[in-house]
T-cell receptor, first 106, second 113 residues
Framework: RKEVEQDPGPFNVPEGATVAFNCTYSNSASQSFFWYRQDCRKEPKLLMSVYSSGNEDGRFTAQLNRASQYISLLIRDSKLSDSATYLCVVGLSMRFGAGTRLTVKP | SQTIHQWPATLVQPVGSPLSLECTVEGTSNPNLYWYRQAAGRGLQLLFYSVGIGQISSEVPQNLSASRPQDRQFILSSKKLLLSDSGFYLC????????????FGPGTRLTVL
């Protein structure tokens, strides 16, 4: 089993849709988690950290489920500009998931 | 503010040639530094990380090596490139080893022919 696994995607959704990605991790000792966004041919950029109690930043909500060892990212009211690849990373081992590609269509 | 630089931005090299990619960080001291590789359409693979000058940890045995000659300088090298070394090479830094946000440089796109 890989240390970090993500929904394979791709996700193709219309504008305004709500979409959710999951990311599972194998190391139960992991303490920190992040979601990054990567645009085509660019470096990843931090989208948000994932806190134990869950956190929200505008249209984005991140949650952590320690019992089942996964994190999730929910995007509400999708915009065309949300089209990108979303990468999860487990902080303790600095391992990235392979990424989930999202395309938001008009 | 902190900034991270990588060069060159793009590189085309023949199989068997040497490689040297450079990463420098400004605006911080004693950062932890990382080299990742991303093959086309794939996720990020951690190659090396360093917690200080001369301290290098290798994650994947291969024909690449890394060095940290100065506090804010991280170099990725190879004596002989393979076709499979093609990819997008990203340098990143954090202030703490575990649990800190990583900030990435703009990357070097390497094509080995």
């Amino acid at each position: 089993r890989k240390e970090v696994e993500q929904d394979p995607g791709p996700f193709n959704v219309p504008e305004g849709a709500t979409v959710a990605f999951n990311c599972t991790y194998s190391n139960s000792a992991s303490q920190s988690f992040f979601w990054y966004r990567q645009d085509c041919r660019k470096e990843p950029k931090l989208l948000m950290s994932v806190y134990s109690s869950g956190n929200e930043d505008g249209r984005f909500t991140a949650q952590l489920n320690r019992a089942s060892q996964y994190i999730s990212l929910l995007i509400r009211d999708s915009k065309l500009s949300d089209s990108a690849t979303y990468l999860c990373v487990v902080g303790l081992s600095m391992r990235f998931g392979a990424g989930t590609r999202l395309t938001v269509k008009p | 503010s902190q900034t991270i630089h990588q060069w060159p931005a793009t590189l085309v090299q023949p199989v068997g040639s040497p490689l040297s990619l450079e990463c420098t960080v400004e605006g911080t001291s004693n950062p932890n530094l990382y080299w990742y590789r991303q093959a086309a359409g794939r996720g990020l693979q951690l190659l090396f990380y360093s917690v200080g000058i001369g301290q290098i940890s290798s994650e994947v045995p291969q024909n690449l090596s890394a060095s940290r000659p100065q506090d804010r300088q991280f170099i990725l090298s190879s004596k002989k490139l393979l076709l499979s070394d093609s990819g997008f090479y990203l340098c990143a830094w954090t202030l703490g080893l575990a649990g800190d946000t990583q900030y990435f440089g703009p990357g070097t796109r390497l094509t080995v022919l």
